[in-house]
């Protein structure tokens, strides 16, 4: 795909990039919203940039007028939460418990934004459910509020269909859609997306000038021609079947080794797992084993003995999972 996006005249690789990004990309992303996730946008409304925070602060750009108070998971993603907080939005941070994201105090709370990822919560890995879903759609339009959702690892998902999003369930166009190819392909290729609602294209195209386009018009011209030959979904279909094999190892191994002392809390979907370790260990403890061993641990929750924790098993290789979970109960129990 590069040698051809790089020899072919027509590519005009030569040229500055779009600022919004690359139209033959912006085509095959809205396609890929719309037909993979239940979207419905057009390319138009896409936005492209390198990471999430990058496309944050174009948008905070856009919003900043109208809107200064956020409301974010807790726990959530931290790197959001920074850019708001350099921006000097007022931050509420709902919690996300046992019965998921409690709309009920976002009703109670001043904020008319909030951050979200309801189809793969990170860290704690749940699924908001469709009727939560209409009452978070419902409070935007009554308050004209604007949801940012982010699709976080959405795609993979070992039990059934992955959940349709959002933003195709939105009827009052406050929904603003962010996706990432980071774990569908890799991290370094640092291409993600932004999906504006119509309402908001004036004030982004009146804005867009003042950014420059931080991710290559090389890269996105190669994705743009993996998409539309069908190797997108190809190789979606191959890393399913693949993790599925390594989460189902994963979680038998983890069993068989720790025994009553290591629930799995959350394991359906998503690159990482959701554990709860009943251990006497304390947290700053657990924290440093682990560094030291060159195992990322997400501690999320530390109190009466229990630790609640998120891993990531993506970088684990399969013949290395038994090695890797008798090195875990080390650090956690001994």
Not at 2 to 19: A, F, H, L, P
Not at 244 to 253: F, M, P, T, W
Not at 287 to 292: F, P, R, V
């Amino acid at each position: 795909m590069y040698n051809r996006v790089i020899s072919q005249e027509k590519t005009n690789i030569y040229s500055s990039c779009s600022i919004q990004g690359e139209k033959e990309l912006r085509d095959e992303i809205a396609n890929f919203v719309n037909t993979m996730r239940g979207g419905h946008t057009s390319p138009e409304q896409v936005v492209i940039g390198a990471g999430v925070q990058y496309l944050l602060g174009i948008l905070i750009g856009a919003i900043k007028e109208n809107y200064k108070t956020v409301a974010v998971e807790k726990p959530g993603f931290n790197k959001a939460e920074f850019i708001f907080e350099d921006y000097m939005f007022n931050i509420r941070q709902i919690a996300v418990t046992d019965n998921g994201f409690l709309v009920d105090k976002l009703r109670k709370s001043d904020a008319q934004l909030i951050y979200i990822s309801p189809s793969h919560q990170y860290p704690l890995g749940t699924i908001m459910p469709v009727n939560k879903r209409m009452e978070l759609l419902e409070w935007a339009y009554k308050n004209n509020g604007l949801i940012i959702e982010d699709d976080y690892d959405s795609m993979i998902r070992y039990g059934g269909m992955p959940i349709p999003c959002l933003q195709g369930l939105d009827k009052n166009d406050c929904v603003v859609y962010l996706g990432s190819f980071s774990k569908m392909l890799l991290p370094s290729l640092r291409i993600s997306f932004m999906v504006i609602p119509k309402k908001l294209l004036t004030k982004y195209n009146s804005i867009k000038s003042r950014y420059t386009q931080s991710t290559s018009k090389i890269d996105q011209l190669v994705l743009a021609n993996f998409m539309k030959e069908g190797h997108m979904i190809k190789h979606l279909r191959k890393v399913k079947r693949i993790y599925k094999k390594k989460n189902l190892l994963l979680i038998s191994s983890l069993k068989n080794a720790l025994g009553d002392k290591l629930e799995i809390v959350n394991s359906d979907s998503g690159l990482h797992v959701v554990c709860e370790a009943s251990t006497l260990k304390p947290e700053i403890e657990i924290k440093n084993s682990s560094e030291h061993s060159h195992i990322y641990l997400n501690i999320i929750s530390s109190r009466n003995n229990k630790v609640v924790f998120s891993l990531n098993y993506s970088g684990i290789s399969m013949d290395k999972i038994q090695e890797f979970t008798e090195l875990l109960g080390r650090i956690l129990f001994d």
